[in-house]
């Protein structure tokens, strides 16, 4: 998870990764709408199982979120929604789950 302010200069860029599955994007829409957080451009990429979502989003007046408890608080809810899409644990203790990914800036 990545939540960027210094990528452009009229929207917070955060980027989310993890495993793909139905209903992962309204998922995630759905925190943002109850952040009250507004999103001005969404770009979805999927390869295999793996999704990797990025947003421009801005507050519902316009402008960056700037405000740390904001930023963390909306972190917290896109990761709960990431993490509902990953394996429980397996019954193997050999076999490990695939850990939510990290976003990379390098396109």
Known sequence: MRVDNDLTPHATVVEASGRDRPGLLAGL???F???RITIAS???ETLGERAS?????QE?????ITNGRRISA??????????AA???APA????????????????
Do not use: M, N, Q, W
């Open 92 to 107: 193997d203790p050999a076999k490990k789950p695939l850990a939510v990914a990290r976003a990379s800036t390098a396109r």
């Open 33 to 35: 709408a109850e952040s």
């Open 74 to 83: 909306l972190r917290a809810k896109l990761e709960a929604v990431l993490r």
């Open 42 to 44: 969404a770009h979805i």
């Open 60 to 64: 519902e007046g316009g402008g960056k």
């Open 53 to 57: 979502d990025v947003f421009y989003v």
């Open 29 to 31: 829409a759905h925190a």
């Open 86 to 88: 990953e394996p429980a």
